[in-house]
Each structure stands twice: as structure tokens, then as C-alpha cells.
């Protein structure tokens, strides 16, 4: 239950900068991610441990090891 509510804090988070999503049902966050505004992303994200693949249509997921801090971090 917890990581379902991780994943509506990164979607509310990811929702703040503008970036569209699709409701969360699960624990899984699907967002549209424009290219020319997140190019530097996968970099990004690579530098901080996180596995993500990024393109158009990205696919992010919370567990039981992402807490709400380190969804804020990101």
C-alpha cells in the first residue's frame, strides 16, 4: 500500500512540472515525456541510481525500497 501511495506522490510531483500522466492503479506511474524538454533525463537519472528507461511514453515504478524522501529527491 505504501509504495501505491509513492506512486501517486511521484505523479502529483511529476504533474507539478507539467508532465502528463496517466491515473495510478498500481504502483507503476506511465508519463508522456516531450523529448525536447528531457533530453538530459536518462543522464540524470543514471547519476542517481535510478533505473528508469526514458522515451516518449516512460514507465516508472515505486517498491518497497523507495520511500517518500527519496521520491521528493527525485
Known amino acids: 500500500a505504501e509504495d501505491h501511495a509513492n506512486a ?3 505523479a502529483s510531483g511529476l504533474s507539478a512540472l507539467g ?3 496517466e491515473p495510478v492503479q498500481t504502483n ?8 525536447d524538454r528531457f533530453g538530459g ?5 543514471e547519476a542517481r ?3 528508469a528507461p526514458i522515451g516518449p ?6 517498491h518497497l525500497d ?7 529527491r527525485f
Open 66 to 72: 523507495v520511500d517518500g524522501p527519496a521520491i521528493d
Open 19 to 21: 508532465i502528463a500522466g
Open 49 to 51: 541510481d535510478a533505473r
Open 28 to 35: 507503476m506511474v506511465f508519463a508522456s515525456l516531450p523529448a
Open 41 to 45: 533525463l536518462p543522464a540524470f537519472l
Open 8 to 10: 501517486e506522490r511521484l
Open 57 to 62: 511514453r516512460a514507465r516508472l515504478v515505486t
